[in-house]
């Protein structure tokens, strides 16, 4: 069955680092854009960031400068590099993989919505950051 599998998610202080990865079974990200949605508590889902299948990257502003979204092909793995972490940052991360380009919303949008709408949705890991 293909799927995303997401790793990485964790707690940390404010301030530190944290490197999302997120591998794709039995399809590759070749044909495919891939991206980032996080949802904190009671709310809906937000764009974080994606990177289209020629590497074009684009950032939610609440995160540009901080964050890094890129792909290791060989590994058909995508991978989030989140620094300077912030409180507001705590949420549940999803990875998402589409081959639709123009199916990104920024959101906030329904998670459900996105998860139905979109080719292929993980399940999330949970990120925490302490003041």
């Known amino acids: 069955e293909a799927q995303l599998v997401e790793s990485g998610g964790g707690s940390v202080q404010a301030g530190g680092s944290l490197r999302l990865s997120c591998t794709a079974s039995e399809f590759t990200f070749d044909d495919s854009d891939m991206g980032w949605y996080r949802q904190a508590s009671g709310q809906n889902c937000e764009l974080v960031s994606s990177i289209s299948n020629d590497g074009t990257t684009s950032y939610a502003d609440s995160v540009k400068g901080r964050f890094t979204i890129f792909q290791d092909n060989a590994k058909n793995t995508a991978h989030l590099q989140m620094n300077s972490l912030k409180p507001e940052d705590t949420a549940v991360y999803y990875c998402?993989?589409?081959?639709?380009?123009?199916?990104?919303?920024?959101?906030?949008?329904?998670?459900?919505?996105?998860?139905?709408?979109?080719?292929?949705w993980g399940k999330g890991t949970p990120v925490t950051i302490s003041s």
């Open positions: 998402a993989a589409d081959g639709d380009g123009d199916k990104w919303p920024p959101g906030p949008v329904s998670c459900s919505i996105l998860r139905g709408g979109m080719d292929y």
